[in-house]
């Protein structure tokens, strides 16, 4: 009965590489969210989708792609992957119809890049 | 990029002392928002205010809304060794946007 899932928890790969997370919400919320969590604990907005629209997009490269085929789920794919993109990913969500703007995180996933 | 700066970085205290922490900016922020993070975790949201002014608790863990609306503290009552995480301020610009600005966060350690 977990409320906002992501998949895998941790993920390590080589340089180059092209990678994706999974995330779920399960608790009927309408708008979900990718974050960026740096190695200083610095939280960062990257995307975010509301009905399966694009509706925030905070200069990300353009090698991660998000992807929302329905309203329950948003994933993140990375092509190239650098080094830099080394950090701890979280999904959020949020119901934008109830007027509220609190997000509910998943548990992470530890993108390791060597 | 809008900002917001957290005080203090890092604590350390003793079981049953008080803490109190605080996020200010120089933007007016529609709401406001305090986060929990513990390791290894997503950030849990402790606390979200909506108006100026608006004092809001939630047992031991107290947060208000500053009149100004450019900052917001948060207060934890007679701390215990299940409070050490990360404590972060989260705030929004204009109200049901989405876009979550995230201050740089508060350790708290506790010592029993």
Redesign the interface.
């Known amino acids: 009965d977990t409320a906002v899932s992501q998949t895998p928890k941790y993920l390590v790969t080589q340089m180059g590489n092209d990678k994706s997370i999974k995330c779920e919400q399960n608790l009927g919320h309408d708008t979900m969210y990718w974050y960026k969590q740096d190695s200083k604990k610095f939280l960062k907005i990257m995307f975010s989708y509301n009905n399966k629209e694009l509706i925030i997009n905070e200069t990300v490269p353009n090698r991660f792609s998000p992807k929302s085929p329905d309203k329950a789920h948003l994933n993140l794919h990375i092509n190239s992957l650098e080094l830099g993109d080394s950090a701890v990913y979280f999904c959020a969500s949020s119901s934008r119809l109830a007027g509220g703007d609190e997000q509910f995180f998943g548990p992470g996933t530890r993108l390791t890049v060597l | 990029g809008q900002q917001l700066n957290q005080s203090p970085q890092s604590m350390f205290i003793q079981e049953g002392e008080d803490v109190s922490m605080n996020c200010t900016s120089s933007s007016i922020f529609n709401?406001w928002?305090w986060?929990k993070?513990d390791p290894?975790?997503?950030?849990?949201?402790l606390i979200?205010l909506?108006k100026a002014g608006e004092l809001t608790s939630n047992g031991r863990l107290t947060a208000q809304f500053g009149i100004t609306r450019k900052d917001s503290f948060l207060n934890i009552s007679a701390s215990i060794p299940s409070d050490v995480g990360?404590y972060?301020c989260?705030g929004?610009l204009k109200?049901?946007?989405?876009?979550?600005i995230?201050g740089?966060?508060t350790t708290l350690q506790v010592k029993p």
């Open positions: 709401t928002l986060y993070q290894g975790e997503g950030p849990v949201l979200a909506y990360i972060f989260a929004q109200s049901n946007t989405g876009k979550l995230f740089q966060g």
